[in-house]
């Protein structure tokens, strides 16, 4: 992403990066939405919200989720799968500010 000071995104955290590229898979055939997905399937709290984590800057989230956030180009783009201490993420860009 070019210069973002701000972005909206929602993810879904799991176990497994064999989970997230199921999910993913689901989500890119249509068998599924990103919202729906995460209020299944998301071992976060955020799922309950479709997965929304609302506005962040930099430096607000673990150096790889901030990474893959950060580096998406338009709204609506899903990460590949993404590795943090927490598990493994798929994130997508809802909105960003520059």
Same mark, same amino acid.
């Given at each position: 992403?070019?210069?973002?000071?701000?972005?909206?995104?929602?993810?879904?955290?799991?176990?497994?990066?064999?989970?997230? +590229?199921?999910?993913?898979?689901?989500?890119?055939? @249509?068998?599924?939405?990103?919202?729906? !997905?995460?209020?299944?399937?998301? #071992?976060?709290?955020?799922?309950?919200?479709?997965?929304?984590?609302?506005? %962040? @800057?930099?430096?607000?989230?673990? /150096?790889?989720? +901030? $990474? !893959?956030?950060?580096?998406?180009?338009? /709204? @609506? +783009?899903?990460?590949?799968?993404?590795?943090?201490? %927490? @598990?493994?993420? $798929?994130? #997508? $860009?809802?909105?960003?500010?520059?």
């Amino acid at each position: 992403m070019v210069n973002a000071v701000q972005v909206r995104a929602s993810h879904i955290l799991v176990g497994s990066k064999e989970a997230a +590229e199921a999910i993913l898979q689901d989500i890119s055939s @249509g068998k599924t939405t990103f919202e729906a !997905a995460a209020m299944a399937k998301s #071992k976060c709290p955020s799922g309950k919200k479709g997965g929304d984590l609302g506005w %962040f @800057g930099r430096g607000r989230m673990v /150096r790889p989720f +901030e $990474l !893959a956030a950060f580096g998406l180009n338009s /709204r @609506g +783009e899903i990460s590949a799968p993404v590795k943090t201490e %927490f @598990g493994w993420h $798929l994130i #997508k $860009l809802m909105d960003f500010k520059k």
